[in-house]
């Protein structure tokens, strides 16, 4: 699924985004970053309600192809920054992560 | 492409710098065309220690060998130390207080991806002197 159906499937919020055009496949939901980098496949969407820095920091190693904060949460200052500087993928959904994740064909 | 030996400090409790070491030995790599599913392992292997110094050991030090063949990275801190390795090892296993937990850390699988993503890894720890880990990942 292209990033600019997912964010309008899931009327998102774009916090960063650099390729709307870009293709997000498969899937990883969950809070606990370890598992995150154990389990997130490269180019996936990961939906999350965790919204510190280190979101920014596990995005980048895991590869994750967008990261989706659910529940409407905000990343914190530092989350922003970090995702706009490194290019990383980051949109905000009011959407509880059950109901985001069924919005979307991925 | 000839080795190269890279060296970082680690600060302790401080989860802004956290990850940066990783950061660039991912840059660095990348940028001498290393397989990108090697990078991977190296990046999260190398993160998760990282992160396990920061959170468990006040910090330490990172040094990374990048050969033609293999990545070989060693985290060296004088933390409180692992008393009981193969116990630490167990997927869910943690003793991060809930404030760590809050941030993300603590589902206790830190040292199994480290395990899961490399080749090679070896922990060597003493109560009340530090923690060693050493980690390869094969390049071919
Ligand atoms: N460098 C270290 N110094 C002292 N103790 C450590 C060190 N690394 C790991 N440990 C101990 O081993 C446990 C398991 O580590 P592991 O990385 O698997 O999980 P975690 O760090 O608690 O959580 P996670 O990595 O999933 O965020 C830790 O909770 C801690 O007790
Ligand atoms: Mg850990």
Avoid at chain 2, 27 to 42: E, N, Q, S
Avoid at chain 2, 69 to 74: E, G, L, R
Wanted: with cysteine; net charge negative; glycine share 10%.
């Amino acid at each position: 699924m292209k990033l600019k159906d997912i964010i309008a499937a899931l009327d998102a919020e774009v916090v960063s985004a650099e390729d709307l055009e870009k293709e997000i496949s498969g899937g990883y939901c969950g809070d606990f970053l370890s598992f995150v980098m154990a389990q997130a496949p490269a180019g996936c969407a990961w939906f999350t309600v965790m919204s510190n820095h280190n979101v920014a920091a596990v995005a980048a190693l895991t590869e994750v192809g967008v990261t989706i904060l659910c529940e409407g949460v905000e990343p914190d200052e530092q989350l922003k920054a970090k995702a706009v500087g490194r290019g990383l993928d980051l949109i905000v959904t009011a959407k509880p992560v059950f109901e985001a994740v069924k919005a979307l064909d991925l | 492409m000839s080795s190269l030996h890279l060296e970082f400090d680690v600060a302790g409790n401080n989860f802004v710098s956290a990850g940066s070491a990783s950061d660039e030995v991912k840059k660095t790599l990348k940028m001498l065309g290393v397989d990108p599913v090697a990078v991977r392992k190296v990046a999260i292997a190398m993160y998760e220690g990282e992160i396990n110094m920061v959170i468990h050991a006040g910090g330490g030090k990172a040094s990374v060998d990048i050969d033609t063949d293999k990545v070989k990275i060693v985290l060296a801190d004088e933390g409180p130390g692992i008393p009981d390795i193969s116990l630490a090892m167990k997927d869910g296993y943690s003793t991060a207080p809930d404030a760590i937990r809050d941030l993300g850390f603590g589902a206790g699988m830190g040292l199994p991806n480290m395990k899961k993503y490399t080749d090679e890894m070896h922990i060597d720890s003493t109560v009340g002197v530090g923690t060693t880990v050493t980690m390869v990942v094969n390049l071919r």
